[in-house]
């Protein structure tokens, strides 16, 4: 039987905080699927105009992390992971509902993501308000070569 957290901080992270980014992923992303970022790809669009990065910390530990981008009037999550020893207990929730929250300030009108077919955050995503919108065939590239369709999700935002 889980319990439910009783309290998940999040704050909006910087490039100082790529450690506990790469921590998360390190545990949440199974290297077979090719969904981990490198450093230097998370250096590269944290530079970018209109990206964000949010933070999950349950007593002072890393519980996982979303990153953003918003263009004009539509906005993409991009990255989100939660460490497995924090998983359904609302650290996920937390994290779409603030990024949701965060694109609809800056203007955004949509929100999009895509997931990986057959990846259990496809849940989260839909009792979030996301619905399928497409598919991208082969778009994720495994440590072993192999590939996975991507499944493409969005959600108007009122």
């Given at each position: ?109 949509r929100v999009h993501l895509?997931?990986r077919a057959g990846n ?33 999700y969005s959600i108007a935002?009122?």
């Amino acid at each position: 039987m889980s319990t439910r957290l009783h309290m998940v901080e999040l704050v909006t992270g910087t490039a100082a905080d790529l450690g506990a980014v790469e921590q998360v992923m390190a545990s949440a992303f199974d290297p077979r699927f090719g969904e981990a970022w490198t450093r230097s790809q998370l250096l590269g669009i944290l530079g970018m105009p209109g990206v964000w990065l949010t933070l999950a910390r349950v007593d002072g530990e890393a519980a996982g992390f979303a990153l953003a981008r918003a263009i004009v009037d539509e906005a993409e999550l991009l990255l989100l992971a939660t460490a497995p020893a924090f998983r359904r207990q609302g650290v996920g929730s937390a994290l779409v509902r603030s990024i949701l929250a965060d694109a609809r300030e800056r203007g955004a009108v949509r929100v999009h993501l895509e997931v990986r077919a057959g990846n259990n955050a496809v849940e989260l995503y839909r009792g979030t308000g996301f619905a399928k919108c497409g598919e991208r065939r082969g778009y994720y590239r495994g440590k072993g070569g192999q590939v996975y369709d991507a499944h493409s999700y969005s959600i108007a935002l009122s």
